[in-house]
């Protein structure tokens, strides 16, 4: 964990349910009950017919790189001592309008560190994971997978 990260809230009944899911290493993604249509990040109304009605869908997880940054300066002094980092936005398989942020990370450790703007490229696949940061909090992370 980084000292002084600042975490989400978890409990709020918005998205309760992604946070709870993400802490059993899970993704799930809100969609509507009507028109099925999926959202992230979640929300109390769908944009596209304005149900109320709530549904969560599971995921695998694989996307590709649709975009991805090396901070400099670190956004926060906490990020200071993991320089340099990527972090990433990625565009899920099951759905490309879905978009998730995250940390790139390396290997089997999930260090967010060595990695550098080099390592990276737009497309380039992807597998979310969560990283346990707090008792009632993981974070998504992405794991790279090969260069296209």
């Known amino acids: 964990m980084i000292e002084g990260m600042p975490l989400p809230a978890t ?8 946070w ?39 995921d695998p997880g ?20 993991i320089t340099p980092y990527i972090t990433v936005i990625g565009a899920l398989d099951s759905d490309p309008m879905i978009r998730i942020a995250g940390m790139a990370v390396t290997g089997a450790d999930d260090a967010f560190t060595g990695l550098t703007a080099e390592d990276v490229e737009i497309g ?18 992405w794991r790279l997978g090969p260069r296209i």
């Open 124 to 141: 380039q696949p992807l597998t979310i994971h969560f990283q346990t940061v707090s008792p009632d909090c993981a974070l998504p992370v």
């Open 20 to 58: 709870s899911k993400a802490r059993d290493g899970k993704l799930v993604v809100q969609a509507c009950g009507d028109c099925g249509t999926s959202r992230f990040p979640p929300r109390p109304m769908c944009p596209h017919c304005q149900s109320e009605n709530v549904t969560w869908r599971d």
């Open 11 to 18: 409990d709020d009944p918005l998205d309760r349910e992604f």
């Open 62 to 81: 694989t996307a590709t790189i649709w975009s991805f940054a090396t901070p400099r300066p670190p956004l926060l002094p906490a990020f200071e001592a």
